[in-house]
T-cell receptor, first 114, second 109 residues
């Protein structure tokens, strides 16, 4: 099967610090990965599309300088939340596209900013 | 513009009753539709896709291009079907899936 992992699964940090979240496709190569944010009991909100070897494409309203995305290889994309504030607390989910349009999702990372 | 509409935020049915989760889409091209499910404390996972025309866990969904719908159906709901269900529309190239807002299905014993 197609497995996507995220690390860490949960992180608590102080306001003003930066947090890096990793997303890996474990058994396939993903030229495109996506980062979503999910608030409690709400749907996924697409933040950005990450393409290997190129700059990420951000959705309207998402600050690219705050949410830094790097897609250095076909199996790894990272999301760094810079200078995190309490309002950034959320559930961050990545997904990877393998073939066609099917996307496989990671388990998510719960970020809590104190 | 691509858009997915799931009109019901919450759907409660009794165990053994039929279930229909509604999904309508808006897309000018040839759509590819998916249903994803998220069980409590688990990751989002693919339930079925219209091109497969298969039944997963007793669920089926038929793409109706005339009505631009892709409703998810199951004849007899089970308690373990309780979850969040998301309808998604696929584009082409690197465009991401567009998700509906989801419907929470609650199956009551």
């Amino acid at each position: 099967g197609a497995v996507v992992s995220q690390h860490p699964s949960r992180v608590i940090c102080k306001s003003g610090t930066s947090v890096k979240i990793e997303c890996r496709s474990l058994d396939f190569q993903a030229t495109t990965m996506f980062w979503y944010r999910q608030f409690p009991k709400q749907s996924l909100m697409l933040m950005a599309t990450s393409n290997e070897g190129s700059k990420a494409t951000y959705e309207q309203g998402v600050e690219k300088d705050k949410f830094l995305i790097n897609h250095a290889s076909l199996t790894l994309s990272t999301l760094t939340v810079t200078s995190a504030h309490p309002e950034d607390s959320s559930f961050y989910i990545c997904s990877a596209r393998r073939q066609g349009n099917e996307q496989f999702f990671g388990p998510g990372t719960r970020l809590t900013v104190l | 513009a691509q858009r997915v509409t799931q009109p019901e935020k919450l759907l409660s049915v009794f165990k053994g009753a039929p279930v229909e989760l509604k999904c309508n889409y808006s897309y000018s091209g040839s759509p590819e539709l998916f249903w994803y499910v998220q069980y409590s404390r688990q990751r989002l996972q693919l339930l079925l896709r219209h091109i497969s025309r298969e039944s997963i866990k007793g669920f089926t969904a038929d793409l109706n291009k005339g009505e631009t719908s892709f409703h998810l159906k199951k004849p007899f709901a089970q308690e373990e079907d309780s979850a969040m269900y998301y309808c998604a529309l696929g584009g082409s190239g690197n465009t991401p899936l567009v998700f509906g807002k989801g419907t929470r299905l609650s199956v009551i014993a």
